[in-house]
């Protein structure tokens, strides 16, 4: 091995080598001690569920009448929300589709449909069917909901809408 000689500027090359080495150390030291002080925070939950607007509640229910064959441009027939002031079921945006009688007596109910809000899933309340066909999934997917609700979550949701049979409608 040759031999080091030292002079005045090797030495102050060893110096600012241990001083850095110093430095580094120290740093290590005191980043462990603010984050053991100073922890920092826990990763944001993934974002919440997108939730239907009424908006787009109506417009899932009016697809969903259309489906059922319903002329939306007969003036006799009324589409509303049941929903005054509150949710009529909550986490739901129901709708009524009427026909207005045209002799004295009373209107006829087509349809009372319900919107989960949350995953997008229809339902006719009286009859208690759920659906699903390709224009709802699409519409859905447009209104950035995952269509597809899992048969439990479907099965759950019945019993919350009063109903003890479950039905599907058609897909046509």
Known sequence: MPATVLTRHTGHM???QLSALFLGLAGSVAGQASAAAFPLPAPAPPAAQH????RQARQIAL???RHDH????DTHIEFN???LGADFIPGYSSFIVIRE?????PDETLRRY???RATGDVWEMTLCTHYDFPELRR???TFAVQAGTSAGAVAAQSKELGCTELKTAPTL
């Not at 319903?70 to 441009?73: A, E, K, R």
């Not at 009688?101 to 007596?105: A, E, I, K, M, Q």
């Open 14 to 16: 060893r110096l600012l």
């Open 51 to 54: 939730r239907l607007s009424l």
């Open 63 to 65: 697809l969903v009448a």
């Open 70 to 73: 319903i002329d939306l441009t």
């Open 81 to 83: 929300s049941m929903d």
């Open 101 to 105: 009688s045209s002799t004295p007596g």
């Open 114 to 116: 319900a919107v989960n």
């Open 139 to 141: 519409m859905l997917k």
